[in-house]
């Protein structure tokens, strides 16, 4: 059985089979990018005076890109389950895809429940989130409780700053992959 990775010559183009789909590389990156604003705007309200409207504009961002990132995550994880990902690249142990079924998994728990709570935050602070330029208010599932406010939102918090570790080290793979491995595993994914 020959383990050995299979090095392309740069710029070699990578077959169709071992790439992702189009449709799974736009819900890949457009989440990303949802999950980097969010986390940028909640980071920069921090640093805004309380009451003001920047502050307020922060968290709007904040709220909406997390919204925006959960309307993704289901048609993406539709996709993943009836389409599947492409096989595993020739040469990887049975540990770097055991780690990478891991934080793949635990990535897209991340994109459901964090945008869940955070909603469900809003709705126990009595917040209503509704549809810019439309007017329209997204449904109530929880009705006003400071305390359930609380404790959702320090699990949201807990959450959103564990998953930085987990979103870097996903990132830190991709780049060992392509740097130090020299293999196709982060070029499947563009």
Known sequence: MDNAIKFRSPGS?????????????????????????????????????????????SMTIHEWAGTLALLLAVPRLLWRLVKGAPAALPGQS???????????????LFIFAQPVLGYLTLNAGGHVLTIPGLDVALPQFIAQDDAARRAIKDIHETVGNAFYWVIGLHALAALWHHYFRRDDTLRRML
Do not use: D, E, N
């Not at 799974?24 to 705007?41: G, S």
């Not at 049975?94 to 897209?108: E, F, I, N, P, T």
């Open 13 to 57: 183009p990578l077959s169709p089979v071992g790439r992702y789909a189009p449709p799974a590389i736009f819900f890949h990156w457009a989440i990303a990018l949802l999950i980097v604003i969010a986390y940028a705007a909640v980071i920069t309200k921090g640093y805004l005076p309380k009451g003001s409207a920047p502050r307020a504009l």
């Open 94 to 108: 049975w540990m770097v895809r055991a780690g990478s079924a891991v934080v793949h998994l635990l990535l897209y």
